[in-house]
Structures are given as C-alpha cells and as structure tokens.
C-alpha cells in the first residue's frame, strides 16, 4: 500500500499493490493497522448516474471519518477541511477515483466530503468511522464562490439532489473546533 500525503493536513490517498494475471488481480483495501486510532462501524454502497453532484455533506457532533473509492466508474471527489484548528481549515482538494486507478481517499473526521460523477455512472463505497445521523447533517454549497472548488465542466449543469440545492455558504456553515 502506497501512502500519498495531499496539500491539506491529514487527508491522504492510498493505492493499493495490485497483483494481477490473465485471471484476474487481487489487491489489499484495507487494513485496521493503516488507520490507528480509528474504527469503521458503517460501510455505504452507492450508484449515481453521470453529471450527479453529492455534497459537500457533514456531520458535525458525528463526524464521519471516511475511506471512500469507485468500484465502476469515475468520479471527481473533494474533501474540504472544517476544522478551526487545523492549518488547512477552509481548503479543499480533490481527486479523480475511479475503478481503472483504483485508489482510495482518506478524510479524517472533520471535512465536509462530495463528489461528480464523470463516467455514465459509477458506484462508490466508503467506510465510515461513526453512524450516520440524518438529524446531524449539514451541506455546504458546492458552488460556493468563496471556496473556488475547480468542479470538471459538465454542459448541462450537475444533477444535484434538493437537499443539495439548499446547501449553506461556507461563511455560514457550522465549523468543528
């Protein structure tokens, strides 16, 4: 497993050792010992149709560490970091996942997470460090202006759920400590 360190404190990527054949491949994903201090109790599945935008969504008194990747598909995926504390608090990254790369992001409890889907679909797993908690969530705009998150073009717009339409600016958005 490859460690990659991103511009912004504590958020990482991971690729996997691949080891294939004309069989097939097999590769580790995961590791408790990769994550010390950190236990996943949720792992989610979802499937989303191309030009989706999910996010950017957190939890605040349940904060969700997530180690999210794309089993079909691609998809672009941004972790913005929330927490006052941090030295990196109001920056985002973002990378491309996908199925052919196979890599996996880490966010930490503390970053608001969303992601575009590139490809016609895709689906995305993540393993989650704390429940869900639909009374808990919040949603920052993904087009907040004072952000600049360089989203990939997508000519009609993304398709954005209502919830996600209602998203807050991140002048206004509640912050971890």
Not at 53 to 66: A, E
Not at 76 to 89: C, E, G, H, I
């Amino acid at each position: 497993m490859k460690r990659i360190d991103t511009p912004i404190e504590d958020l990482q990527i991971f690729e996997s050792t691949m080891f294939g054949d004309d069989r097939g491949f097999f590769m580790e994903i995961f590791r408790a010992e990769w994550f010390p201090g950190h236990s996943f109790v949720q792992d989610n599945h979802s499937k989303s149709v191309g030009g989706t935008l999910r996010g950017l969504h957190y939890q605040l008194n349940s904060p969700q560490g997530k180690l999210v990747r794309v089993t079909d598909g691609e998809v672009y995926d941004v972790a913005l970091d929330l927490r006052q504390s941090s030295k990196t608090f109001g920056q985002w990254h973002g990378v491309i996942l996908s199925s052919d790369n196979k890599r996996q992001c880490w966010l930490p409890p503390g970053f608001a997470h969303g992601f575009l889907v590139m490809s016609d679909s895709a689906e995305f797993q993540y393993k989650c460090t704390d429940y869900y908690d639909s009374t808990d969530e919040h949603s920052i705009a993904w087009n907040d202006p004072a952000l600049g998150i360089d989203w990939p073009v997508i000519d009609a717009g993304p398709r954005l759920s209502a919830k996600d339409e209602q998203g807050v600016l991140f002048k206004d958005a509640v912050y971890y400590a």
